[in-house]
Nanobody
Framework: QVQLVESGGGLVQPGGSLRLSCGVSGTIFSIIDVAWYRQAPGKERELVAKIFSDLNTNYADSVKGRFTISRENAKNTVYLQMNSLKPEDTAVYYC?????????????WGQGTQVTVSS
């Protein structure tokens, strides 16, 4: 069974930093692409960052220059380093992995971790 478990969320002041972790099990971690999404109250879930197996990365415009996604294959873990946090970053952050299974796309999600940026 594929499982993704997020951790590292919490309360932080504006301008502060936080590092989220996503532990992945049940798949060959080194060859998969992993993404971070977030969902703020009253808003749709949005893509924040994605890291591919070849280490290429994509970021939402709203977080470029502030967030960094990385992976440590030896620990089957993806990280999201968040710096210069803003109140607008407040959301539940989710780890995501998708694949084709029997020719159909399947999404796997973690349980989410709450990030609150407030003074």
């Amino acid at each position: 069974q594929v499982q993704l478990v997020e951790s590292g969320g919490g309360l932080v002041q504006p301008g502060g930093s936080l590092r989220l972790s996503c532990g992945v099990s049940g798949t060959i971690f080194s060859i998969i692409d992993v993404a971070w999404y977030r969902q703020a109250p009253g808003k749709e879930r949005e893509l924040v960052a994605k890291i591919f197996s070849d280490l290429n990365t994509n970021y939402a415009d709203s977080v470029k220059g502030r967030f960094t996604i990385s992976r440590e294959n030896a620990k089957n873990t993806v990280y999201l380093q968040m710096n210069s946090l803003k109140p607008e970053d407040t959301a539940v952050y989710y780890c995501n992995y998708n694949r084709l299974r029997f020719a159909k796309p399947v999404d796997y999600w973690g349980q989410g971790t709450q990030v609150t940026v407030s003074s």
